[in-house]
């Protein structure tokens, strides 16, 4: 059940990233979702290989929805959330954004935990999750700012 739901969501956003006006360069896209899966997965690793803090689940269904949220969706949705912000004028809608988006990707995690795609041990709070997602969220706008700032204005529309 989890590996059609998260393919299925996969699929969605997919269709929703490639038919929606795009506010970011596919130079941006690509190198944004490059630097998230790396901070992504030193996370996880931290997080699940040194500390003990998170379980991912050893079958192989559950694996490969993992890895669909991992790679596809998580990716997607920031990237999606960084197109919502670049268009967006004030500062608190900008903050709104960033709320809501961290709600959003706490939503993904706990119907991931809720199938038995991965587990958090008795030492995870809801609070890091919040915190992390949020830290998350942050670093990719301040690396998509860097980014445009390196490529200047006249080289992205």
């Not at 192989?60 to 929805?65: D, E």
């Not at 790679?71 to 197109?83: K, Q």
Request: glycine share 4%; with cysteine; hydrophobic share 60%.
């Amino acid at each position: 059940m989890a590996i059609t739901l998260f393919l299925t969501i996969s699929i969605i956003l997919a269709l929703f990233f490639f038919t929606t006006k795009r506010r970011l360069h596919l130079f941006e896209g690509i190198v944004l979702w490059a630097f998230f899966l790396n901070i992504h997965n030193n996370f996880i690793g931290f997080a699940g290989v040194d500390f003990h803090l998170i379980r991912i689940s050893q079958r192989l269904p559950n694996f490969i929805a993992y890895c669909a949220i991992r790679n596809v969706i998580f990716p997607l949705f920031i990237i999606l959330f960084l197109e919502a912000v670049v268009s967006l004028r004030r500062s608190w809608a900008k903050l709104a954004c960033l709320v809501v988006a961290v709600h959003l990707l706490m939503g993904i995690v706990l119907l991931a935990e809720r199938l038995n795609v991965l587990q958090h041990s008795a030492k995870w709070t809801a609070g890091w999750s919040y915190l992390s997602w949020t830290a998350a969220l942050l670093l990719m706008y301040g690396i998509h700012q860097w980014i445009r700032r390196v490529l200047g204005k006249d080289v992205i529309v």
